[in-house]
């Protein structure tokens, strides 16, 4: 009696993966002054070469004095915004306070270290006002580690934005130049004028 066995060696290997991630890009860019700070953000969501919005905001109100922006996987970001927004009322119902802008820092920080072994894949920036009155930036890795500071960009388009802020804010590579204080209308109008050039307009 003859065994009929097909022959697959022949054929090509052929890998199946799936990823639970896209990216939808996004740039976040924060600068914090003395009694201030600015963040802005571009409003295109987009998968590939294909734009899904040209009108959706990544920068969110979190409280009076703090805002968030948040880029990347557009799924985790309204996922991860909505676990922030729980937590906050919660804290609001039980200490009657909105929290602080360095507590909501440290707060995110604590939410996204929970999912260290499947992060939410975004990057974000807490910007607000402390308890001292003083402008802040918080920028974070996708695990949690953050640190305040007085600029950052995040996103897509960091790589490109960062330098330009190292040199017009750090006056980093400048030769000859007293750095001057940051005004609030110079940080506005910078912030301003990096989203229009990122963009070509």
Excluded: W
């Excluded at 409003?43 to 590939?48: F, I, N, V, Y």
């Excluded at 920068?59 to 937590?87: I, N, P, Q, S, Y």
Aim: charge should be positive.
């Amino acid at each position: 009696m003859a065994v009929l066995v097909d022959d697959y060696s022949s054929l090509p290997v052929v890998e199946h993966r799936f990823s639970p991630y896209a990216m939808n890009g996004g740039t976040v860019v924060a600068v914090a002054g003395e009694d201030f700070a600015v963040i802005g953000c571009d409003t295109r969501l987009s998968e590939g070469y294909s734009i899904l919005s040209r009108d959706v905001s990544k920068v969110r109100t979190v409280t009076e004095k703090c805002l968030l922006g948040c880029v990347g996987f557009h799924g985790d970001v309204l996922t991860l915004t909505k676990m922030l927004d729980a937590k906050l009322k919660q804290y609001k119902h039980t200490h009657g306070k909105d929290m602080s802008c360095s507590a909501i820092a440290q707060m995110l920080s604590s939410t996204l270290y929970y999912r260290r072994f499947f992060p939410y894949y975004t990057y974000n920036m807490v910007a607000g006002v402390d308890n001292e009155g003083k402008g802040c930036v918080f920028s974070y890795d996708p695990v949690g580690s953050y640190q305040r500071e007085t600029y950052r960009a995040c996103g897509s388009a960091s790589a490109i934005i960062q330098p330009l802020l190292d040199n017009q804010i750090g006056y980093k590579n400048q030769a000859n130049v007293k750095p001057a204080p940051l005004t609030r209308e110079r940080a506005k109008t910078m912030v301003r004028d990096i989203f229009r050039f990122r963009l070509g307009a």
